[in-house]
């Protein structure tokens, strides 16, 4: 019998500067979702040490204070209990063994490598953290391309402050004797980048070009309906997910516990077919080379007829989000797609009083929105039913005559719509189908009752 392995624990600390334009409840929410990324990352949060400050310190990003008491507990050892941060910190027991200290800021090189050499640990911005997640959930061809590509952006700027780390053999240039006219490493290894993104680019440029042509393919074929799961990362959106179309698609408490965009069909089948995709989980301050970078990963909701805009209905924050994933869905050109807003996890709001209330707020606020927990049945038929009715709203009826003679036909009716009725004399038989207007105005003239 196997034993199963625990992982040894890896302890980190948080630390942010608080400037005056930013309130108490968005500089919270901030830190723990930080905290939360950490968790994706496999660390264990052993500290959180918190500033206000005007502004960000030019050389390492916290006030000398604040590096001087961060560096103490980096370095100490304590009993349980003797160590006493400041009012701004949570510790535990785990000083002694942090390996990284994680920024809630994207900082300049200069201030990341100042601040590491200061406190004696690794130090991680958040847009660091966000690329680490993103290098390791990464699966498809296309996501690892896009990944790729980001961590190369964010890397070369750094060079040069690593060099600094390596002393005079990192500045040295590529000329004879490490003289002459040559290239320094840290150019060299820039141009390599460049190189590298350029030959990325390419690569999913063709990839775009390929993915392209099989939708158009699949939607002419099928007369597909398409819709994309957007929203905050852990708003539920997986959980919805497998409750509308029945797939078994991993379903974690993490941030971005899955980047590869998942398509799967509505269940039960409907006519129009409809095909649901989920998307990578937005966050606030998404780094802008990952909105750019991951553009194609999030065309699912360009190309989507409809977007399900799901929202933690249980966060306090939620209006934040909804912000933040507005303001995401605009810069990828999506903001004109259709959308319906869907307020999961009302199951989280306290009891049913509790959740009536803010069943009411929400519809007061969003009168076409969907309130609903994904773990309801009787909810998620709800929202399947909204999701079929959206496309079914610029559908026609129409009655189509099909001789027995013609009865090869039958399998294309029955697959580009939905027939309502049937009925059948010695002629042949007469249907009443629904669909797309298109369709459904051709095979009328093709096949028109007799007179």
């Not at 006030?63 to 103490?72: V, W």
């Not at 952006?153 to 750094?158: F, I, S, T």
């Not at 002393?167 to 290239?183: K, L, V």
């Amino acid at each position: 019998m196997s034993k199963e392995v625990k992982e040894k624990p890896r302890y980190a600390i948080v630390a942010a500067v608080q400037l005056p334009n930013v309130s108490d409840i968005e500089f919270e929410s901030s830190l723990a979702e930080l905290r939360d990324l950490a968790k994706t990352l496999g660390y264990e949060i052993s500290a959180t040490f918190t500033q206000k400050r005007g502004s960000f310190d030019a050389g390492a990003y916290l006030g000398t204070g604040k590096r001087e008491e961060i560096r103490g507990f980096v370095d100490s050892e304590p009993a349980p209990g003797s160590f006493e941060p400041s009012r701004h910190a949570a510790a535990d027991t785990e000083a002694g063994r942090i390996e990284a200290i994680l920024v809630d800021h994207e900082i300049s090189p200069s201030q990341a490598r100042n601040l590491e050499k200061e406190v004696g640990c690794e130090v991680m911005d958040r847009t660091m953290v966000i690329l680490e997640i993103f290098h390791r959930h990464a699966t498809s061809r296309a996501a690892r391309a896009q990944v790729e590509i980001a961590r190369l952006g964010y890397m070369a700027p750094r060079l040069r402050e690593a060099a600094k780390l390596a002393g005079p053999q990192g500045r040295q240039r590529s000329g004879t004797g490490g003289r002459g006219a040559g290239e320094s490493h840290t150019e060299l290894d820039r141009r390599k980048i460049r190189d590298r993104i350029a030959e990325l680019q390419q690569e999913i440029d063709a990839m775009d070009v390929e993915r392209k042509t099989q939708r158009a393919r699949r939607q002419e074929r099928q007369g597909l309906a398409t819709v994309a799961l957007v929203g905050y990362t852990n708003a539920g959106k997986s959980t919805l997910m497998r409750a509308l179309t029945g797939s078994d698609v991993l379903v974690e408490n993490k941030l971005f516990a899955t980047l590869d965009t998942t398509v799967r069909a509505l269940q039960p089948e409907s006519r129009p077919r409809v095909l649901i995709s989920d998307t990578v989980g937005f966050i606030k301050n998404l780094p802008h080379g990952l909105v750019a970078s991951f553009k194609s990963t999030l065309e699912e909701a360009l190309d989507a007829a409809l977007l399900l805009h799901v929202i933690d209905a249980s966060d306090p924050g939620h209006e934040r989000q909804r912000e933040v994933t507005d303001k995401v869905l605009a810069e990828i050109g999506a903001a004109d797609v259709p959308r319906l807003r869907v307020f999961n996890k009302i199951d989280h709001v306290g009891d049913a009083t509790a959740q009536a209330a803010r069943r009411a707020e929400l519809l007061a606020a969003y009168p076409d929105c969907v309130v609903m927990s994904a773990r309801r049945a009787d909810d998620v038929a709800q929202l399947r039913e909204a999701i079929i009715d959206f496309f079914r709203r610029d559908q026609v009826e129409a009655e189509i005559f099909l001789p027995w003679s013609a009865q090869q036909q039958r399998g294309h009716i029955f697959a580009s719509c939905e027939v309502l009725d049937e009925k059948a004399d010695e002629a042949g038989a007469t249907l009443r189908v629904r669909g797309e207007r298109a369709t459904v105005l051709a095979m009328a003239e093709q096949f028109a009752p007799p007179a």
